[in-house]
């Protein structure tokens, strides 16, 4: 066997969005050979077992279960050592892996993509990172309000599922048929805002045929980062006062930038009445009352959430700066004498939406 022989298609969506489903059926319709890596955070592996339970032909695919973690950071040395195991094999002709519905796609591909470069002999590539949408749930939650009976799903599940679409090179868009031929152009146009690249294929409990899936043009990292709305926002969009960048979409975008500080509860509020023509926002923020945290703040559609992550650098103690600095000189090019690298970063992704009005209300929030 040759090397960089055997492709490796990613399966990503959320709970529920059929991918089980979709392996189902991929099994089913091949004599292929098809190796299958199934990862599952919790200890007992659900999807796994429904899979054993699709009949004789899985007796032809050989089928790894990776739980109690995520292939893109707990289990990424146990997933690449089972995948250099599986190419072995100079029978399987290509290496699914149904990741979990938490997972970040763009994790599994940057860790995939840094193992093919560190490893040039291995015999793996990524073919495809496919993004099962659930285009119901999409519509219901993401495009219109859910009516007062249902009950509110936390906002970042919603961003999850946005993650998951920005970052693919395909999307595999599930039960069409809970929805109108308009709904779901509708769906498609509403996706299309967000991943502007990615090609769609319609389906019905999750009925792709195979081909459709491998015969395509290698999986490639740049590109598909490049194809995110938000990402384009950032590459193309000027830092600065001019009029917000318009794409062949109609959809506009611009970039938020200042070193001060959000008052928390007066962004809290901004984000309780968050204009309904913004589609997608995305980015770095932090507040008065936490000089420490970095918080990422992510909407979609009518959800939104506001996660703390690492530290900013300028926050760490002095014994441990100083070094830092001295080694990598370079982090201190856009340092701030008073907010160090501290700083609010936000790409705004809307249509019709008049940018002055935006940014006033977000510099009124800002603290002096």
């Known amino acids: 066997m040759s090397k960089r022989e055997v492709p490796i298609v990613v399966i990503t969506g959320y709970l529920g969005s059929g991918k089980t489903t979709l392996m189902q059926n991929i099994l089913k319709q091949e004599e292929r050979k098809i190796a ?50 599986l190419s072995e094999d100079g029978s399987i002709e290509a290496i699914f892996v149904e990741a979990s519905g938490i997972s970040e796609p763009s994790s599994i591909a940057g860790a995939f993509v840094n193992y093919e470069e560190m490893t040039p002999e291995t015999r793996v590539y990524l073919k495809s990172v496919v993004s099962v949408v659930d285009v119901d749930r999409i519509y219901r939650e993401f495009l219109h309000e859910l009516s007062e009976e249902e009950d509110y799903e936390d906002g970042d599940v919603i961003n999850l599922i946005m993650d998951q679409i920005e970052f693919c090179n395909l999307m595999i868009l599930n039960k069409t048929d809970l929805l109108s031929g308009e709904q779901l152009e509708e769906v498609k146009t509403g996706l299309r805002n967000i991943q502007q690249k990615a090609e769609m294929i319609p389906c019905v409990n999750g009925e792709v045929d195979l081909d459709l899936i491998l015969n395509r043009e290698d999986f490639d990292f740049d590109e598909v980062e490049a194809a995110s709305a938000v990402q384009q926002a950032l590459n193309n969009c000027e830092h600065d006062d001019k009029e917000a960048c318009v794409d062949e979409y109609g959809i506009s975008s611009f970039v938020f930038e200042e070193k001060r500080p959000f008052n928390r509860r007066s962004f809290n509020s901004f984000v309780e009445d968050y204009p309904e023509v913004l589609i997608r926002s995305k980015g770095y923020i932090w507040f008065s009352d936490d000089w420490k945290h970095i918080q990422l703040f992510e909407q979609a559609g009518r959800n939104a959430s506001i996660t703390e992550l690492s530290e900013w650098i300028s926050a760490w103690p002095k014994e441990q700066l100083d070094p830092v600095i001295s080694d990598f000189p370079d982090i201190t090019d856009d340092w701030d004498e008073t907010y160090g690298d501290r700083c609010n970063q936000v790409v705004f992704i809307g249509k019709g939406y008049e940018k002055a009005e935006i940014v006033d209300c977000l510099y009124e929030c800002i603290e002096d």
């Open 36 to 85: 299958l890596i199934v990862n599952d955070m919790g200890s007992i592996n659900i999807d796994a077992s429904i899979l054993n339970k699709t009949g004789n032909q899985v007796t032809q695919v050989e089928m790894v279960e990776m739980q109690n973690g995520c292939i893109c950071c707990t289990l990424r040395d146990e997933f690449m050592t089972e995948i250099e195991r």
